[in-house]
Antibody, heavy 121, light 110 residues
């Protein structure tokens, strides 16, 4: 079945930086794209970023483009999200999610429990 | 990236069928067969219910079905049960706009 576990959330001041990590197990990691999806307090889901299985291609929502960087280490089965120039509106639970297959788009079959990021002074 | 449009709430009695629409544009929902639906209970991570418009992952009840017509995708829940009470989100691939989620719908079982 597999699982993903997020870590790295916390409290950070506006303009600060934070690195989130997603550790995967139970599936052939380098075969699957991994994405980050966030959910602000009382709000809906928002796709943030994605990276292909090889790491060759990365994608970002307009709201984070130029501020966030996604990367992966297939030797360690991990994906990272480097978040810079953080804003109050980036406050959310951040979920790591595995793409179901290389032929699907947006079909995330494995989700982590989420890690909370709070941007506040 | 404007979100896909869903009604804020839909309700039904146990045993009834309900349908949740998800409206986008010809650049996302209407242009690709990459629409997924998620169920989210309070305080929990989302769960994939439908992918590629009308496919159910293994283990998801056959009471859940998906469809699409033009720029609107729909999730139908048949034989509504108390445990179906949750928030539901659609998403769609959008080509140059990689992925967008819907605004979310709260389903209430009366």
């Amino acid at each position: 079945e597999g699982q993903v576990v997020e870590s790295g959330g916390g409290l950070v001041q506006p303009g600060g930086s934070l690195i989130l990590s997603c550790a995967a197990s139970g599936f052939t990691f380098n075969t699957y794209a991994i994405n980050w999806v966030r959910q602000g307090p009382g709000k809906g889901l928002e796709w943030v970023s994605g990276i292909t299985g090889s790491g060759a291609s990365t994608y970002y929502a307009d709201s984070v483009k130029g501020r966030f960087i996604i990367s992966r280490d297939n030797s360690k089965n991990t994906v990272s999200l480097q978040m810079n120039s953080l804003r109050v509106e980036d406050t959310a639970v951040y979920y790591c999610a595995k793409e179901r297959s290389s032929t699907s788009r947006g079909a995330f079959d494995i989700w982590g429990q989420g890690t909370m990021v709070t941007v506040s002074s | 990236q404007p979100a896909l449009t869903q009604p804020a709430s839909v309700s039904g009695s146990p045993g009834q069928s309900i349908t949740i629409p998800c409206t986008g544009t010809s650049s996302d929902v209407g242009g690709y067969n990459y629409v997924s639906w998620y169920q989210q209970h309070p305080g929990k991570a989302p769960k994939l219910m439908i992918y590629d418009v009308n496919n159910r992952p293994s283990g998801v009840s056959t009471r859940f079905s998906g469809s699409k017509s033009g720029n609107t995708a729909s999730l139908t829940i048949s034989g509504l049960q108390v445990e179906d009470e949750a928030d539901y989100y659609c998403n769609s691939y959008g080509g140059s706009r990689p992925l967008v989620f819907g605004t979310g719908t709260k389903v209430t079982v009366l």
